[in-house]
Nanobody
Framework: QVQLVESGGGLVQAGGSLRLSCAAS????????MGWFRQAPGKEREFVAA????????CLADSVKGRFTISRDNATNTVYLQMNSLKPEDTAVYYC???????????????????WGQGTQVTVSS
């Protein structure tokens, strides 16, 4: 069992940056594969980024590749999403997710993840 709390969202102009944080509780954070997903009003929840259990390899959706970076700090039980060059289409509620996956594997499906945070709103103005 792990509890996740996202923070760092807000309002930013196009081209700006935000850094989202996901604070996790629990003793076994390093065992979890972590992901970031987002959901805009009326849209399906979509994959944004993932970081693997183990050495922490990262994977990014094509829509954010080159702009976003996911990282984790197992010492503080925190996963981050650094978002640069933000676009209005990045506007969404961003969710942190976790599950105990296999080493070295990025997971892209919402159905793969067992635990979810409550989300943090990111709004990018044009």
């Amino acid at each position: 069992q792990v509890q996740l709390v996202e923070s760092g969202g807000g309002l930013v102009q196009a081209g700006g940056s935000l850094r989202l944080s996901c604070a996790a509780s629990g003793r076994t954070f390093s065992r979890y594969a972590m992901g970031w997903f987002r959901q805009a009003p009326g849209k399906e929840r979509e994959f944004v980024a993932a970081i693997t259990r183990g050495v922490g390899e990262t994977c990014l959706a094509d829509s954010v590749k080159g702009r976003f970076t996911i990282s984790r700090d197992n010492a503080t039980n925190t996963v981050y999403l650094q978002m640069n060059s933000l676009k209005p289409e990045d506007t969404a509620v961003y969710y942190c997710a976790a599950f105990i996956g296999n080493y070295g594997v990025c997971y892209y499906k919402t159905s793969d993840y067992a635990y979810w945070g409550q989300g943090t709103q990111v709004t990018v103005s044009s």
